[in-house]
């Protein structure tokens, strides 16, 4: 299999729209309670029937492609994966440095092509971004509910650093990941 890891122009960002977003869950994380209210662990929790997250629908590909497009004029890199010509996944990595650090604001594989080492590739391409700008630290967020991209994170090496939820047995609060360089 040979993927191409590249900057993506302005011109192609339209073809983020494509991508198969969806998602199908068994389970769920809930966020732990410590002594002195919510601590940094989170449990997991079988779901059954799974919950299924279908991908963006028509109005959220329109407000995606111009937040990308304004993300785009600002600086913020975009890189893709593509197979055979074909996109099969990208990354956005803000322009900001905030501290020494900067945040990958999106990072979504194809669910075809998921599990073949895109993710971790298109995350280390934005590592090396960091790294040749001087950048100590490489931050994220993601939902409680979505478990596939928390295994992810944690399996390459990133480390929960906050977690917020309106109610701890909530499912829909975000959890923060942060990565030395």
């Not at 785009?72 to 197979?83: E, I, L, P, S, T």
């Not at 280390?124 to 790294?131: K, N, T």
Request: aromatic share 10%; charged share 25%.
């Amino acid at each position: 299999m040979n993927i191409e890891i590249r900057e993506l122009r302005f011109d192609e960002l339209a073809s983020l729209a494509e991508l198969d977003a969806s998602v199908s869950n068994d389970a769920v994380y809930d966020v732990v309670p410590g002594e002195s209210g919510i601590s940094l662990a989170l449990r997991k929790r079988s779901l059954d029937p799974p919950a299924d997250r279908p991908t963006w629908g028509a109005n959220e590909i329109v407000s995606r492609l111009e937040l990308w497009r304004r993300n785009y004029r600002q600086g913020c890199k975009f890189w893709g994966a593509f197979a055979e010509g074909r996109l099969v996944g990208f990354c956005l990595l803000s322009s900001e440095v905030v501290g020494n650090a900067l945040q990958v604001y999106s990072i979504f594989v194809d669910r075809a092509w998921r599990g073949k080492g895109i993710g971790s590739r298109l995350i280390a391409q934005a590592e090396d971004h960091c790294r040749s700008r001087g950048v100590g630290m490489v931050y994220l967020t993601t939902t409680l509910g979505n478990v596939k991209a928390i295994a992810f994170y944690r399996k390459i090496g990133y480390r929960i650093v906050g977690i917020h939820a309106r109610v701890c047995k909530e499912a829909d609060g975000q959890v923060a990941f942060c990565k030395e360089l």
